[in-house]
């Protein structure tokens, strides 16, 4: 999975554009943040086509980056975030974006990017 992270004007009807010209191209968001700082407006996606989004924002000429990312399933209980944290951390790895993809039968899915991919693969964690 990628992350793209945009830069967007920090006026109305921007992410609205960039919503509707993904949709477009029929590509489906899965996960999304967006902030706020000033003037500037901070989006970060995981879309299920990388490829095709990447032709989307270059046609728009938005300012964009790209970050691998990597999934990890929990199970839904107290502590079980913690100890993935814990798991990176003790390994040196330094946790740069985290998104909830979904929730449902007791499991969390997560997209972790995270300084060094390699480290954390996919699958399940605590």
Same mark, same amino acid.
């Given at each position: 999975?990628?992350?793209?992270?945009?830069?967007?004007?920090?006026?109305?009807?921007? #992410? @609205?554009?960039?919503? $509707?010209? #993904?949709?477009?191209?029929?590509?489906?968001?899965?996960? #999304?943040?967006?902030?706020?700082?000033?003037?500037?407006?901070?989006?970060?996606?995981?879309?299920? *086509?990388?490829?095709?989004?990447? !032709? =989307?924002?270059?046609?728009?000429?938005?300012?964009?980056?790209?970050?691998?990312?990597?999934?990890?399933?929990? $199970?839904?209980?107290?502590?079980? #975030?913690? *100890?993935? @944290?814990?798991?990176? @951390?003790? +390994?040196?790895? +330094?946790?740069? !974006?985290?998104?909830?993809?979904?929730? &449902?039968?007791?499991?969390?899915?997560?997209?972790?990017? =995270? *300084? *060094?991919?390699?480290?954390?693969? &996919?699958?399940?964690? @605590?």
């Amino acid at each position: 999975m990628i992350e793209f992270s945009i830069d967007l004007p920090n006026r109305p009807g921007q #992410l @609205a554009q960039l919503a $509707r010209e #993904l949709d477009m191209a029929h590509i489906n968001i899965r996960t #999304l943040s967006a902030v706020t700082v000033g003037e500037q407006g901070f989006v970060r996606i995981v879309v299920d *086509d990388a490829d095709e989004a990447r !032709g =989307v924002l270059d046609a728009m000429g938005v300012s964009y980056h790209e970050r691998r990312i990597v999934s990890a399933t929990l $199970r839904d209980k107290p502590g079980a #975030l913690a *100890d993935l @944290a814990d798991a990176l @951390a003790a +390994n040196g790895t +330094n946790i740069e !974006g985290l998104y909830l993809l979904s929730s &449902n039968d007791g499991e969390l899915r997560f997209a972790i990017a =995270v *300084d *060094d991919p390699e480290f954390v693969g &996919n699958g399940t964690a @605590a």
